[in-house]
């Protein structure tokens, strides 16, 4: 019987951990997406956001654009938004099965046209783990005040 449980505590500690890294990678996958989009306008990453987005992503913008990846790629690759004090706050994830679904807020200064804005976005993605990578297959965001 203290093998048994023994064994029980080893599984639950590993599936804890396994948790802790998956929610980790997907973490660090919608850093890493928000930065090749939201930083300056010659170092927004394209390969970066190939690699992140799956081929059949549905990429919601707050205005209402639906755009799929590569009118994506392109849109932030090239949009004349700049953005400072860029923060993602409130994150967080969920698991079921191979997909993962976050939400967070999104704050930032805009500046586009010599005119300063502000960005406070609520953000609703569903990540998918393609392969060894988990991948962006939707995203939804919403302005809040």
């Not at 948790?19 to 990678?25: G, L, M, N, R, V």
């Not at 059949?56 to 654009?65: A, D, E, I, M």
């Amino acid at each position: 019987m203290k093998k048994l449980i023994t064994i029980c505590a080893l599984f639950m500690t590993l599936a804890v951990a396994a948790q802790t890294a998956q929610e980790k990678q997907v973490l660090n996958n919608i850093a890493a997406l928000n930065k090749a989009v939201f930083t300056d306008l010659d170092k927004r990453d394209s390969a970066t956001l190939d690699r992140l987005l799956s081929e059949k992503v549905t990429y919601g913008h707050s205005s209402g654009l639906i755009e799929n990846k590569q009118q994506m790629i392109r849109h932030a690759v090239s949009s004349p938004t700049t953005y400072g004090d860029f923060r993602m706050e409130n994150a967080t994830v969920f698991f079921e099965g191979n997909t993962a679904v976050s939400r967070h807020e999104l704050k930032a200064k805009t500046f586009e046209n010599g005119k300063e804005g502000v960005l406070h976005l609520g953000v609703l993605q569903t990540w998918m783990k393609i392969g060894k990578l988990w991948r962006l297959v939707a995203r939804q965001a919403v302005k809040l005040p």
